[in-house]
């Protein structure tokens, strides 16, 4: 079964995990504080604060933008469930706007959402693609929001060159197994906003700051969502591959765009010449007359060994988000649910592998059409 995506572990980073293994410290030492320069200085922003997850790291960031009970982010609904419920751990609300065909934030629909409760807008780099930053933190601005952008899928991406992680007020990243670098569970906040970066640091660890000697001080509510000694070697050391991965990933969504290009049953998504997306997924847009039969697509993919999945179910249709918060419906949000299938693409594959995909994709999807969906 080749995954949609998956960890490549080599093994210069099995040494230097076992190098803090045999050492004195397995958590709080020097690694993880060199990860998060070394993080910081890729992105090019000022701070990096790690966590033990991206989940936990949206939790800080939202902690340490003052979000209570009653405040409004505007958000997608194409995410994962952490980017909006760690929002609603505050008794926050999440107020979903509708995205574009690429699966990104429509930019052009967030202003008609603000309220005088909205405290921040919180996109999603979609599959690795940088939404439209500017004009989001354009928008931000205008009427005094914070941008906290959930990067998670987009380690590496750029837009002309200026790395995803220097525009928003605070960016999150994922160091999942399959993200785009891994610590096996992780994640991180970058930011320029020293007063962040600060507050980050505190509700990371138990809102503890030493005095002296045995003295210390607890003066903020805090949590232990620190990383590892070991995860933050690993961590470095996929960091130095970063770019690596980011070629072999690009390569081989070249080569799809190329064997897919105009095909008459399905699209893919076009990433536009001044920007990098770190190509954490690569979708299909299956056309409409395909819609009813994705199940038994999806399904003979799996069976010939392709690990597809469909990224993502809109978080409002969850039982969690009907219940709580009232039944909503966005129409591009659904017809990209509808039509989105993730094929294999990650670093771990070989052009082998890839000719291997695209063939079965091509011959599966055309095997379907001719059975075609009435409307
Ligand atoms: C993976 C992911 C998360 C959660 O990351 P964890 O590190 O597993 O907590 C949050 N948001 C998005 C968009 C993700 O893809």
């Known amino acids: 079964m080749i995954p949609y995506s998956t960890q490549f ?3 210069d980073d099995i040494t230097a995990v076992v190098e803090i293994l045999k050492g004195s410290h ?3 030492g020097a690694k993880v504080e060199e990860f998060e320069e070394a993080i ?3 992105v ?6 790690t966590f033990n997850s991206a989940t936990s790291a949206l939790l800080g960031a939202y902690a340490v933008a003052d979000l209570k009970e009653n405040n409004e982010i505007i958000t997608t609904p194409i995410s994962f469930v952490a980017t909006s419920n760690m929002a609603v751990a505050l008794a926050a609300k999440p107020i979903f706007c509708d995205v574009k065909m690429d699966g990104n934030i429509d930019e052009t629909l967030i202003e008609s959402l603000i309220t005088p409760q909205t405290r921040a807008i919180v996109p999603v780099d ?12 354009s928008i931000a601005k205008k009427h005094g929001l914070l941008v906290i952008e959930d990067a998670s899928h987009a380690l590496g991406s750029d837009i002309n ?10 960016t999150i990243f994922s160091f999942h197994a399959i993200k785009p670098i891994t610590t096996g569970e992780g994640g991180a906040v970058v930011t320029n906003d020293e007063t962040f970066a600060s507050r980050l640091k505190l509700f990371r660890s138990h809102g503890i700051i030493k005095k002296q000697l045995w003295n210390s001080d607890m003066v903020s509510l805090g949590h232990n969502f620190r990383l590892t000694e070991f995860a933050a070697a690993l961590g470095l050391s ?3 591959k970063l770019d690596r991965f980011i070629n072999v990933r690009e390569h081989i969504a070249r080569y799809y765009d190329e064997r897919f290009e105009k095909h008459p049953l399905f699209t893919t998504i076009t990433i536009p010449d001044n920007e990098q997306s770190a190509r954490h997924l690569y979708p299909l847009l299956l056309n409409p007359e395909l819609h009813c039969v994705k199940e038994e697509i999806f399904t003979e993919l799996q069976t010939r060994g392709l690990g597809v999945q469909v990224h993502y179910k809109p978080i409002y249709q969850n039982s969690f988000y009907k219940e709580r918060f009232g039944e909503i419906r966005l129409p591009t949000t659904e017809l990209f649910y509808k039509s989105e299938l993730s094929i294999p693409c990650h670093q771990k594959m070989s052009m082998d592998d ?3 995909v695209a063939d079965i994709v091509l011959n599966v999807i055309e095997k379907y059409s001719y059975r075609g969906c009435s409307f």
């Open 9 to 11: 572990i080599e093994e």
């Open 26 to 28: 397995l958590t709080q």
């Open 40 to 42: 910081a200085h890729y």
């Open 44 to 49: 090019g922003a000022r701070y990096c604060i």
């Open 126 to 137: 979609f599959a690795g693609k940088p939404v439209a930053v500017e004009s989001i933190k």
């Open 161 to 170: 060159h200026q790395k995803i992680g220097s525009f928003a007020d605070m």
């Open 238 to 240: 996929q960091l130095q």
């Open 354 to 356: 890839a000719v291997n």
